[in-house]
């Protein structure tokens, strides 16, 4: 029998056991709930070992990749009752620039997916600022142009060469009001322009898109 290591959606892996006979619906609960408290073993102990890391990968990541993987949230999946986020960086062992990252508060739900220039370690260094500038003012409160502006900031302050585009989204868990900001090239030649571009600011109500 196989049963799921899960936390909130966030499956951790599967736990194999080998019964002399098939258990009854009490027994399938009690391999559940073990499975279950188990996940929790797992999420408390990862942040101090490297095994779970070796049981996950059948082939080595290559540099920019391995740093890439340390900016992603701790759980790639959240499951709650007004929500659930999924994602995954594809292909796994050779990644550069792309990563998301989000954050649950008492009220609301946070989500960036952010996209740094090229495939290569460079990238990856770019895309490690810009997600520690929208961490940092993040957690100071900000809102989301805030938050925009100071990653813009950040990259342009530390002289990276190089743009990330990107999307910010805070929804609400008390109405589902969504506010989305979305930065992106200014045209074909705007690399530069891209870090000055005035920012998009939608609030999706209900009833429609106020802009």
């Given at each position: 029998m196989v049963a799921p290591v899960t936390?909130?959606?966030?499956?951790?892996?599967?736990?194999?056991?080998?019964?002399?006979?098939?258990?009854?619906?009490?027994?399938?609960?009690?391999?559940?709930?073990?499975?279950h408290a188990l996940a929790y073993i797992?999420?408390?102990n990862r942040s101090f070992t490297d095994v779970y890391q070796w049981?996950?990968?059948?082939?080595?990541?290559?540099?920019?990749?391995?740093v890439q993987h340390r900016l992603l949230p701790a759980s790639l999946v959240c499951e709650a009752a007004q929500f659930m986020v999924a994602g995954?960086?594809?292909?796994?062992?050779?990644?550069?620039?792309?990563?998301?990252d989000y954050v649950v508060d008492r009220d609301t739900m946070q989500l960036s997916v952010t996209?740094?220039?090229?495939?290569?370690?460079?990238?990856?260094?770019?895309?490690?600022?810009?997600?520690?500038?929208?961490?940092?003012?993040?957690?100071?409160?900000?809102?989301?142009e805030e938050q925009a502006v100071?990653?813009?900031?950040?990259?342009?302050?530390?002289?990276?060469?190089?743009?990330v585009t990107g999307q910010l989204l805070r929804v609400s868990l008390l109405d589902g009001t969504t506010e989305f900001v979305s930065r992106e090239p200014a045209d074909d030649?705007?690399?530069?322009?891209?870090?000055?571009?005035?920012?998009?600011?939608?609030?999706?109500?209900?009833?429609?898109?106020?802009?």
């Amino acid at each position: 029998m196989v049963a799921p290591v899960t936390n909130r959606g966030d499956a951790t892996g599967l736990v194999e056991l080998f019964l002399p006979d098939r258990p009854d619906d009490a027994g399938m609960r009690q391999i559940a709930a073990t499975a279950h408290a188990l996940a929790y073993i797992v999420i408390a102990n990862r942040s101090f070992t490297d095994v779970y890391q070796w049981g996950c990968r059948t082939r080595p990541l290559n540099l920019a990749a391995e740093v890439q993987h340390r900016l992603l949230p701790a759980s790639l999946v959240c499951e709650a009752a007004q929500f659930m986020v999924a994602g995954a960086l594809e292909p796994a062992t050779h990644v550069g620039g792309d990563t998301f990252d989000y954050v649950v508060d008492r009220d609301t739900m946070q989500l960036s997916v952010t996209d740094a220039m090229g495939h290569d370690v460079e990238a990856a260094l770019l895309a490690t600022l810009a997600v520690g500038a929208l961490r940092r003012v993040r957690r100071a409160g900000a809102e989301l142009e805030e938050q925009a502006v100071e990653a813009n900031q950040a990259i342009v302050d530390n002289g990276r060469r190089g743009f990330v585009t990107g999307q910010l989204l805070r929804v609400s868990l008390l109405d589902g009001t969504t506010e989305f900001v979305s930065r992106e090239p200014a045209d074909d030649d705007g690399h530069d322009h891209l870090r000055r571009r005035s920012m998009e600011r939608k609030i999706r109500r209900r009833g429609g898109i106020r802009r």
